[in-house]
């Protein structure tokens, strides 16, 4: 099924993340989780264009520290190793060596430079790494361009996910197809800028790394770093996204007539991907999101949303199906952008719960039955200004409780 989302860029339902031309993936079980897959790989044909978002937590896991190093080079990756299960954080000198360990073994599974892989980990901080079991998992992955492929690799990197995290888009740029997809993991501990997600992004169109890193960069704040899910900031995680070139498009630059067109693509794939990630967090039973028009500026209409999505108070008023429209006007309050505090407009779908910070008359039972739904959208306008902007999140449920309090369990 094609869906179109606007003119330009098509929705492709089943679309993978090898569905861009020259991509190959796998996903195996090697024993470090007790039953769902947990290695996998990204493999290109050729060395692809790479860029990517890593966390803003000065405590970062060894992996980001070796893909750093990886794409440093020269801008060019062709294959990322990614492990769940494991996080190879906060483990030291081992946990480095490690960490190169993966990156040679992988190289020498696919005879490639060994700067041109990318690794990747995720579960359980503190641990050492299982390399009895990783280093014999690599040497039995072999890559193909097949949906069950795909589908497998997209298991291998998720901890607490209770769903796969899987996108994919078209459009065409100088008369060539390009594609796009997406891959990613993230249910907990997610406060971007990033967090305890992994995404991995693959397309086809020609575009140098430096360029790719402008798009990724402009895309990522509007997407994964408008989402959070509990405020805490993990120690591991990253988006990266590799370009084939195989769309044979003229090289894109700013300056290129459809550089807008690809971003747009970037971004939708990047958007959805992050409210995957926000309607699968631990626990959750609804998606939230909360678009801010009349904002001072865009930044500050990203942090009245993101303060409200993520306030604990409005999280299980929208799970108790409470129309509580205080907790919001409480935390656009505390927020620290610029507000009147005479001037907001708040309504909970399409039911309006102020106008100029005034309430006004609404039906309860009929909020109530809005909130029962699976997506629910607030929407605020400051009426201060000209910027806009949103978040997502999830509900806050006693099963996000329980999941915590036993993740090493």
Sequence with gaps: ??????????????????????????????????KRNDLGVIYCESPASAAAVYTLNVIQAAPLKVTKESIAEEGKIQAVIVNSGNANACTGKQGEN????????????????????????????GLDMPM????????????????????????SILTTDLVIKSTCYQTTINGKTVTMAGSAKGSGMIEPNMATMLAFITTDAAIEPDMLQVALK??????????????????????????????????????????????ELLKQTCEDLAK???????????????????????SQAVKVAKTVVGSSLVKTAVYGADANWG?????????????????????????????DSQPLSYSEEEATEYLKNETIKISIDLNVGNGSGKAWGCDLTYDYVRINASYRS
């Design 98 to 125: 490690d960490a190169y360990l993966m990156r040679r073994a992988t190289a020498e599974q696919f005879s490639l430079p060994e700067h041109y892989v990318a690794v990747a980990s995720t579960g359980i901080i």
């Design 218 to 263: 402009e895309v990522t704040d509007k997407t994964f770093n408008c989402i959070t899910i509990d405020g805490d900031t993990s120690t591991n995680d990253m988006v990266l996204v590799m370009s084939s070139g195989k769309a044979a498009n003229e090289a894109l630059t700013p300056e290129h007539e459809e550089w807008d067109v690809f971003v």
């Design 132 to 155: 009895e079991k990783i280093i014999p998992g690599i040497k039995k992955l072999n890559p193909e361009a097949t949906e069950k492929s795909a589908n497998q690799f997209n298991e």
């Design 276 to 298: 995957m990630i926000a309607r699968d967090g631990e626990g959750a039973t609804k998606l939230i999101e909360v678009e801010v028009n009349g904002a001072y500026d865009d």
């Design 327 to 355: 907790r919001i006007i409480a935390a656009i309050g505390y927020s620290g952008a610029v507000v009147d505090a005479e001037t907001i407009d708040t309504s909970i779908g399409h039911i309006q719960l102020l106008k």
């Design 1 to 34: 099924m094609v869906l179109t989302i606007h003119k330009e860029i098509t929705k492709i339902e089943k679309g993978t993340i090898v569905t861009p031309a020259g991509f190959k993936a796998a996903g195996i079980h090697t024993g470090v989780k007790r």
